[in-house]
């Protein structure tokens, strides 16, 4: 995959990664509202990373991809579709700490919605996070997301207020 946007570019990653991947991971928001994608070191982010380079070029799995800015071809996060229930898909997106609030979610998940949907074949794709999350329901609203549930459900194993929304795939639109 290569997504360009003004700013960024979305590819896959390599396992030379490992290091800022991990690095990534560590910040306060990570570890509070996805503490399943935190590595304490480089040696863990290299093994997820393996796995992660393995799903590439299918729909079983996780398909994740790195966020980089080009200006300093630095990699500040990434994007990524998930399967969860009923052979339904959610995007999930993180931008290091570092990088946040220059609206580089935003614009690479614009982008990267209708090529995953088309290569997908999906026409729909969720969003879910914890209510609390603002930066991450900015950046749904900011991405035409539709809320569908807000409301207590399981996140990530534990009963908490949560937010779904939906983001359709229109081809005419895109």
């Not at 863990?44 to 990373?49: F, G, R, V």
């Not at 690479?108 to 609390?132: D, M, N, Q, R």
């Amino acid at each position: 995959m290569l997504i360009e946007t003004e700013r960024l570019i979305i590819t896959e990653f390599t396992p030379d990664m490992a290091q800022v991947v991990q690095e990534n991971s560590v910040d306060e928001d990570n570890k509070r509202f996805v503490p399943d994608e935190v590595w304490e070191t480089a040696e863990e982010a290299e093994e997820t990373l393996k796995f992660l380079i393995s799903q590439y070029g299918s729909f079983d799995g996780p398909l994740v991809y790195p966020v980089i800015i080009k200006k300093n071809n630095e990699n500040a996060g990434y994007v990524q579709l998930c399967p969860i229930d009923n052979g339904n898909w959610e995007i999930g997106y993180h931008i290091a700490k570092k990088y946040t609030g220059c609206g580089y979610a935003s614009e690479a998940v614009k982008a990267f919605l209708p090529v995953i949907s088309k290569e997908a074949g999906l026409t729909e794709i969720f969003g879910i996070c914890v209510a609390e999350n603002k930066a991450s329901l900015a950046v749904m609203k900011n991405c035409g997301f539709e809320n569908v549930f807000t409301g207590t459900g399981s996140y990530q194993g534990i009963k908490r207020k949560i937010v779904k929304n939906v983001w359709k795939y229109c081809s005419g639109k895109q």
